[in-house]
Every structure is written in structure tokens, then in C-alpha cells.
């Protein structure tokens, strides 16, 4: 039987199974795409809005090129600290179940059936987008993941959104040859978005080379075009993507499924704000998972650290 199973090995889990090995614990992490799955969705060209220390993990110290780390950076970081501490993860393998009691836990894969005594969710938020609950948006040119512009150069493409995954896109689809438009429910640009990147949308959308409908949302998506609701009435607009930047959210449906109680306004699961463990005892939430919708105040500069808390309480009661 394990110590310990961590589901998820993005950046929180890593941490967590580098100190949970530390105590001595044997640790399996178990992750349903590749190591740090959520890093890897991000922009092709995504800089870091933070430096490189504060993402470090297990002492291991970040170099980067630049002030900020770039994506393919911080790749290669967490693979080699994963390397360097010899993690057991298993990627691409989903856990569906965990079961039984702390002490002896049964944890059911996609893959095979673990026993364990103790188990630490850590599964982010990434990977669930919210949803525009729009007739059409199920059609594959509605995109909830901006990777990189080339592909829709030509094209015709809404954005959906107007905060900094909103305004990077919109800027870099620009800049390669789409015709873009920025639709928000908002009155403006979010006041939160990069110091250097707020401008340079709103110089845009002031100039008319980015049209922008505020105060707006979508209707209906279809295969060529789409219907839009402003202020001024319906418009329908020529359309051959849609990138809907509408934010993320933790599967706090699996995490109910599991006996983890949530606040029913806030999401925010009730658990010892020193150890993590949740109230079903042996079970604790690592990372984003403890912030509940309040997704932005849980980042990897702040969640690495959940680790280290989990990992002596597990000792401590070993």
C-alpha cells in the first residue's frame, strides 16, 4: 500500500510529491495529461507575469533568459525538477473514484486500481472552461484554448472576453491577419490586464482596427456567422472562429462526489486552513482547489506551498 496518491502533477502536485519523498513517504502522482498539463495549454508565446523565483519548487532554482520565464521555460523547469526528485507519475491515466476511509483509500484509474492511506487532490482549474451556454457552441470552431494565431490568418474571428487571455489573443490574431472582433458583457477593457497590453488593445479598438462590442454577448453561433445582443439591438457578423475567453473552473462536482463540502456562494471546500485535510479526514486539497471560485487568488507562486503544510501533517500522523 502507498503513503500517498496525488492526483494531478501540475506545479502544486509536483510540490506535493517532492515533499511528501522528503518524509519519506512513498508517493504516486497520477495525472490525466502530460506533466504540468495545464502549463503546456497555455499561449505557444506565453510570458510569465511574475520571475522566475517565484515559481520554483523543491529548492530548485529557475533560470530564465529574460526578466520573465517564458512557457517552454517553465516546461523544461518542472521536467527536470521531476526528474531531479525522480517522481512516480503516471500520466495520461484519469482517476475516476477514490473510495474507502483515511487510512486505506482505493483509488480507481483509467488505467488500474491503487490502495493507499492518504490522498491529495491537486487538479487545478485549467481545464474546465466556463461556458457560454449559447445555441451552436458545441461546433468545432468554438475554441475555449487560444494556443497560437497562424492557423486562423483570413479569417474572420470573434473573441469573447476582456481580460488578459481576452486581449492577448484578440492583439495576436490581429497582428498575424485575422479580422478580429472583441465582444465583452462588460462596459471596457478589465482594468486588471497587463500594464502593457491594456493599452495597446484599447489603442486598437480606439483606431477601429479592432472592433469591440461592449455592454454585449453572443446569441447563437453558427457555421459562417454570428448573432450578437448590444446595446444598439441584434447584429449578426460574418464568423469563422470564435475564441471564447470566458475564464475556468475546478471541478467542484467531482470534488462534492467525493464528500468534500462546499460553500454553496463561494465553492470554498471546508478544511483545516493549516493542513488542508478536508472534512472527509485523509483527503486534502492542494493548490486552487482551496480558493473555490475565487480562482485568482491561488496561483503557482502561492500554491507551491500547500505542499510542504500537507506533507508534514501526513507525517505527523504516520
Given at each position: 500500500m502507498l503513503d500517498v496518491v496525488v492526483v494531478g502533477a501540475g506545479p502544486t502536485g509536483l510540490a506535493c510529491g517532492i515533499e511528501c519523498g522528503k518524509r519519506g513517504l512513498s508517493t504516486l502522482l497520477l495525472e490525466k495529461g502530460c506533466v504540468v498539463n495545464s502549463l503546456y495549454n497555455y499561449p505557444t508565446n506565453m510570458v510569465f507575469f511574475t520571475t522566475p523565483e517565484l515559481l520554483e519548487i523543491g529548492g530548485i532554482p529557475m533560470t530564465a533568459l529574460n526578466e520573465k520565464p517564458t512557457r517552454n521555460e517553465a516546461?523544461?523547469?518542472?521536467?527536470?525538477?521531476?526528474?531531479?526528485?525522480?517522481?512516480?507519475?503516471?500520466?495520461?491515466?484519469?482517476?475516476?473514484?477514490?473510495?474507502?476511509?483515511?487510512?486505506?483509500?482505493?483509488?480507481?484509474?483509467?488505467?488500474?486500481?491503487?490502495?493507499?492511506?492518504?490522498?491529495?487532490?491537486?487538479?487545478?482549474?485549467?481545464?474546465?472552461?466556463?461556458?457560454?451556454?449559447?445555441?451552436?457552441?458545441?461546433?468545432?470552431?468554438?475554441?475555449?484554448?487560444?494556443?497560437?494565431?497562424?492557423?486562423y490568418y483570413n479569417a474572420d474571428v470573434i473573441v469573447v472576453g476582456a481580460k488578459n487571455s481576452a486581449a492577448i489573443a484578440a492583439l495576436e490574431l490581429w497582428w498575424t491577419g485575422a479580422r478580429v472582433t472583441l465582444v465583452h458583457r462588460g462596459p471596457a477593457i478589465h482594468n486588471h490586464v497587463k500594464y502593457w497590453i491594456k493599452p495597446n488593445i484599447e489603442n486598437r479598438i480606439?483606431?477601429?482596427?479592432?472592433?469591440?462590442?461592449?455592454?454585449?454577448?453572443?446569441?447563437?453561433?453558427?457555421?459562417?456567422?454570428?448573432?450578437?445582443?448590444?446595446?444598439?439591438?441584434?447584429?449578426?457578423?460574418?464568423?469563422?472562429?470564435?475564441?471564447?475567453?470566458?475564464?475556468?473552473?475546478?471541478?467542484?462536482?467531482?470534488?462534492?462526489?467525493?464528500?468534500?463540502?462546499?460553500?454553496?456562494?463561494?465553492?470554498?471546500?471546508?478544511?483545516?486552513?493549516?493542513?488542508?485535510e478536508t472534512e472527509r479526514k485523509g483527503i486534502y486539497l492542494a493548490g486552487v482547489l482551496v480558493a473555490g471560485v475565487f480562482t485568482n487568488e491561488v496561483f503557482i507562486e502561492n500554491g507551491r506551498f500547500h505542499g510542504e503544510k500537507i506533507a508534514a501533517a501526513i507525517a505527523a500522523a504516520s
Open positions: 516546461l523544461k523547469y518542472y521536467r527536470r525538477v521531476a526528474g531531479l526528485y525522480k517522481l512516480n507519475i503516471h500520466q495520461y491515466e484519469r482517476v475516476t473514484a477514490v473510495s474507502g476511509s483515511d487510512g486505506n483509500f482505493t483509488v480507481e484509474t483509467t488505467k488500474a486500481i491503487y490502495h493507499c492511506r492518504k490522498v491529495i487532490f491537486s487538479t487545478g482549474y485549467y481545464d474546465l472552461p466556463n461556458y457560454l451556454n449559447v445555441p451552436g457552441e458545441n461546433l468545432p470552431k468554438v475554441i475555449h484554448y487560444y494556443r497560437e494565431a497562424h492557423p480606439r483606431n477601429h482596427e479592432i472592433p469591440a462590442y461592449f455592454d454585449s454577448h453572443l446569441t447563437a453561433i453558427r457555421e459562417h456567422e454570428v448573432d450578437l445582443m448590444t446595446p444598439s439591438g441584434s447584429v449578426t457578423l460574418p464568423n469563422d472562429f470564435v475564441f471564447a475567453m470566458t475564464g475556468y473552473h475546478p471541478d467542484f462536482e467531482f470534488l462534492a462526489r467525493h464528500g468534500i463540502h462546499l460553500n454553496p456562494e463561494t465553492q470554498r471546500p471546508n478544511l483545516d486552513s493549516n493542513t488542508y
